[in-house]
Structures are given as structure tokens and as C-alpha cells.
Nanobody
Framework: QVQLVESGGGLVQAGGSLRLSCAAS???????MGWFRQAPGKERECVAA????????YYEGFVKGRFTISRDNAKNTAFLQMSNLKPEDTAVYYC????????????????????WGQGTQVTVSS
């Protein structure tokens, strides 16, 4: 089993930055990790994902150039650095994880991921 705990959310003005963290515990070896978000009334959507080695990353089009996903395996933690935030980025951000079946494989589908955190609220004011 894997437990995920997100932190770093909050209220920020448009154009500002936030850094989200996701601390994993339990069976943390060989985990791919991802960030998703869900705004009120909308489905949960992928934001970014990173392979265990960090050699493969994925970004949804709406965050390219603004968000950066990274990880520190020594600390069992993944990060999402968010810059130039927009009001439409307002959502609950969730961390997800899954043991890699194929090295470097990632997916934007919520069904692919096995473990989820409780989420952290990000609110961007205009």
C-alpha cells in the first residue's frame, strides 16, 4: 500500500506562483507519480506526471511552460512548481501514484493510477 499526502496549496493572485508537494509513504519504490486537478462541477483532469527515474514527464497542454513536475526519490516526494497562475487554475489538486509496470510509462487517465491523496486546494484570484 501507498499513502500520499499533498501540501502547499493556498490562495494566490493571478500571475503568482505556488509549489505543491506530495509525500509518499509505504511501498514507495518504483512509483510513477502524477498531479491531477478537479474544479467544481468538472471532471478530474491530468496536469502532469513523472516516471520513477524522472526521465519521462508528461504535461497537459494547458500547463506547458507554466508548471514543472519533479521528484526527489530520497525523500519520497514529488513536486509541482506552478508559475504564472491563472484564475482557471483554481481547483483541488490531487497527487496520484502507481507502481511502474513498464519503465517510463505514464498515463493521463485517472483509471491508470492506483493511489490518490486527499487533495490540496489552490485558489487563484483575479
Amino acid at each position: 500500500q501507498v499513502q500520499l499526502v499533498e501540501s502547499g496549496g493556498g490562495l494566490v493572485q493571478a500571475g503568482g506562483s505556488l509549489r505543491l508537494s506530495c509525500a509518499a509513504s509505504g511501498r514507495t519504490f518504483n512509483l510513477a507519480m502524477g498531479w491531477f486537478r478537479q474544479a467544481p462541477g468538472k471532471e478530474r483532469e491530468c496536469v502532469a506526471a513523472i516516471s520513477w527515474s524522472g526521465g519521462s514527464t508528461y504535461y497537459e497542454g494547458f500547463v506547458k511552460g507554466r508548471f514543472t513536475i519533479s521528484r526527489d526519490n530520497a525523500k519520497n516526494t514529488a513536486f509541482l512548481q506552478m508559475s504564472n497562475l491563472k484564475p482557471e487554475d483554481t481547483a483541488v489538486y490531487y497527487c496520484a501514484a502507481r507502481p511502474e509496470s513498464i519503465p517510463g510509462s505514464l498515463s493521463r487517465s485517472t483509471n491508470w493510477w492506483h493511489y490518490w491523496g486527499q487533495g490540496t486546494q489552490v485558489t487563484v484570484s483575479s
